[in-house]
């Protein structure tokens, strides 16, 4: 999975390629302890860094939302829209469960078939890997990570997910949990 779809993870942003809109990967903005999740706020900041730079033009922001008190689009559009991004950049994906769901609504749902994946390196393979499946001509956009040892707990979980995804799409031929009707969005290269 690493192998196959590592010349389409990015660092530099002089040398990402022109897809103007990116799928933002959701993660919860607290830790379990409450406090600020870097991961959130890593991606949330090379969300802004690709708007500011003017190598994005919209966002879909992707991610669960099982509650009134967990709303992870929610949450990564207050973030957006403080830093500066204007809400008219800005699509909610509500059903966004895991990675399988919100890359394959990114082109179902959201008609997009050429995105810019923002999360971090070792969670950007997996997507890659789902959207290659799904011919989506995507690259990643990676956002730092924080010291090994914070993220030591989410690589382990990402151990497993790898091998999960292959026995999603090669074996149990897995579908995301919700679809529901297309929607357009509005990609406005005007700022």
């Known amino acids: ?13 002089q040398q990402l390629p022109d897809h103007r809109v990116a799928l933002v990967l959701g993660t919860s903005h607290k830790t379990v302890g409450g406090g600020s999740n ?16 003017g190598k994005v033009d919209h966002f879909i922001l992707s991610g669960d939302n099982r509650s009134v008190y967990y709303n992870e689009p929610m949450e990564m559009r207050k973030a957006l829209l403080k830093m500066g991004v204007p809400d008219y950049a800005i699509t909610l994906d509500y059903a966004g469960l895991r990675t399988l769901d919100s890359v394959v609504r990114c082109q179902k749902i959201f008609g997009q078939n050429k995105i810019i994946i923002i999360t971090q390196p070792f969670h950007s393979y ?11 001509d995507a690259v990643a956009m990676v956002a730092d990570e924080p010291d090994f040892d914070y993220a030591l707990k989410v690589r382990f979980r990402e151990y497993f997910a790898r091998p999960k ?5 090669y074996i149990l031929k897995t579908s995301p949990r919700f679809l529901g009707e297309k929607e357009k969005i509005k990609v406005s290269t005007t700022r």
């Open 1 to 13: 999975m690493v192998w196959s779809t590592s010349s389409d993870v990015f660092t530099d942003l």
């Open 38 to 53: 870097p991961f959130f706020q890593k991606r949330m900041e090379k969300a802004y860094e690709l708007y500011r730079l």
């Open 126 to 136: 997996r997507a890659l890997f789902i959207s290659r499946y799904y011919d989506i």
């Open 165 to 169: 995804a292959v026995l999603d799409l």
